[in-house]
């Protein structure tokens, strides 16, 4: 596990057999993404997953959470679970109650829909392999490769008053 946890989360991760720490980032481009077949960033908390792209990138198959921009950057290139809770309510009103409903965890469902999500995928090489293709095609494609950023980004820049 590429994190860094609560020190009392990652001491039951330990226990539990799974190593935690953190890797520098030239070693995850290296070294880690080429090999990777899935990434997993359930996250309640990170807007943008820029591991998930970079590892999306090398044709790992990213399953994340329905929270902020994480659906709309894997779009069809991968899966989304469900959190049994959020910053924002199902109506659209805040949940003030987040960061309380949050310090309840670990949630069972949500790691039961991990290991299901996990379980189909590394069951079906055929829809890892699928899915891995659309991770490439989406990371070099329109809006989320690095040449139209660039391009973008050079418009922005040329239009803009000096």
Do not use: K
């Amino acid at each position: 596990m590429l994190s860094t946890p609560p020190p009392s989360l990652s001491e039951t991760l330990r226990r539990s057999g799974i190593e935690v720490g953190y890797l520098p980032r030239h070693t995850l481009l290296s070294e880690i993404y080429p090999r990777t077949r899935v990434i997993v960033l359930p996250s309640m908390m990170d807007t943008v997953g820029y591991s998930v792209l970079e590892g999306m990138y090398f044709g790992a198959v990213p399953i994340v959470s329905d929270h902020f921009a994480m659906p709309e950057l894997v779009g069809d290139a991968g899966l989304v679970v469900r959190t049994p809770t959020g910053i924002w309510r199902p109506d659209g009103s805040p949940n003030l109650s987040f960061g309380e409903e949050l310090a309840h965890g670990p949630f069972e469902e949500l790691t039961e829909s991990l290991l299901d999500r996990l379980h189909q995928l590394l069951g079906d090489e055929g829809l890892w392999s699928r899915l891995s293709e659309a991770c490439w095609r989406r990371l070099r494609s329109p809006p989320l490769s690095v040449e139209h950023r660039n391009r973008e980004l050079r418009r922005i820049y040329e239009e803009a008053p000096p």
